[in-house]
């Protein structure tokens, strides 16, 4: 039987129709079972915390658990892999942290592409670091701190976290911007001790680890590490005031596998940045010393590229190797 031409038409556009509406009702209904946020570091600590409260506001906003799932070790490259290897369905994401922008030049055997292989869904928040030294330390300002240092080539001792850290890495952009010879010091615990009692000369700390330091008078801060001043610390100066262009934070976001539904992506990234708009969350994350960072996925995922593109050109011009 042949059909009219106008009938044919209308079944066509129809069929054509189809898979898109298959992909709004499939968005619609997301989730209906429990979603995994995986997370490279331990329980209990802040990035830890971040997820689960992340965790708590999206399942009561859709009606869903959001379970949180630690994965340890390697820099966080056995939560990324966990998640890259998983069905890019929406029901398996990871919790983005800058390690991921480092180790994506510091290793060169990882078994997945992290640019390539995670979906940017959402930014979430930024946490500065303060340059902070021992009230005895004898320069007081930035400036004062960069003619000291050159002053006494290789004698300033400058903590950080671990090797190829973000608290190492940033101390590594100040030396290259500065132009000053500084010996890193790598703790696995917090330096904040050994500041206190001279064995080191400066930290580029995480804001809510120093800030009680800073107001007590046993720590002083320099600079916050961000592009602009910190609203925790409002008369303390940016390094980019005396370093132009110097900007080094702690931030965290949320991806998922590539291939994920962009229906799903845009629904998650509508729902957390709901959340992260409203008061009672907005403060809690306040408490964590953080800034929020909401927007598109497609800001995150340029925000990762540069963060990944500015850690890789520290990485190779400090000669930073794993351990």
Avoid: C
């Avoid at 021992?134 to 000291?148: G, L, Q, R, W």
């Amino acid at each position: 039987m042949k059909l009219p031409r106008r009938n044919f038409l209308y079944l066509a556009a129809a069929a054509a129709a189809l898979p898109a509406v298959s992909r709004v009702t499939r968005a619609q209904a997301y989730p209906t079972r429990p979603v995994r946020i995986i997370v490279g570091f331990a329980a209990s600590g802040a990035t830890d915390i971040l997820a689960r409260l992340l965790g708590q506001v999206l399942s009561e906003r859709l009606g869903q658990q959001f379970v949180i799932e630690n994965r340890t070790g390697v820099a966080t490259n056995i939560a990324t892999e966990a998640v890259v290897r998983a069905p890019p369905d929406g029901y398996t994401l990871l919790l983005v942290v800058p390690a991921n922008a480092i180790s994506a030049t510091l290793y060169d055997n990882l078994n997945f592409n992290f640019i390539r292989d995670i979906t940017p869904v959402a930014s979430l928040l930024r946490v500065p670091f303060v340059m902070v030294v021992n009230p005895s330390f004898p320069a007081k300002t930035v400036p004062e701190f960069i003619t000291y240092a050159k002053a006494n080539p290789g004698k300033v001792k400058w903590a950080s976290t671990g090797n190829a850290t973000v608290t190492h890495v940033a101390g590594e952009l100040f030396k290259m911007m500065a132009g000053v010879n500084m010996v890193n010091v790598p703790y696995r615990g917090d330096p904040h001790v050994d500041l206190l009692g001279r064995q080191v000369d400066v930290y580029f700390s995480p804001m809510p680890a120093s800030i009680e330091y800073i107001k007590a008078g046993k720590l002083h801060g320099l600079a916050v590490t961000t592009a602009t001043r910190s609203e925790a610390l409002p008369d303390m100066p940016t390094v980019d005031e005396f370093v132009p262009g110097y900007e080094s934070s702690g931030w965290y976001g949320v991806g998922g596998p590539t291939g994920t539904p962009a229906e799903i992506v845009n629904k998650l990234n509508n729902e957390i940045n709901a959340a992260l708009a409203d008061p009672q969350l907005k403060a809690r994350l306040a408490d964590l010393g953080g800034t929020v960072i909401a927007g598109s996925p497609s800001d995150f995922g340029s925000f990762v590229a540069a963060e990944t593109e500015k850690w890789a050109k520290v990485i190779k011009s400090a000669g930073i190797k794993p351990e």
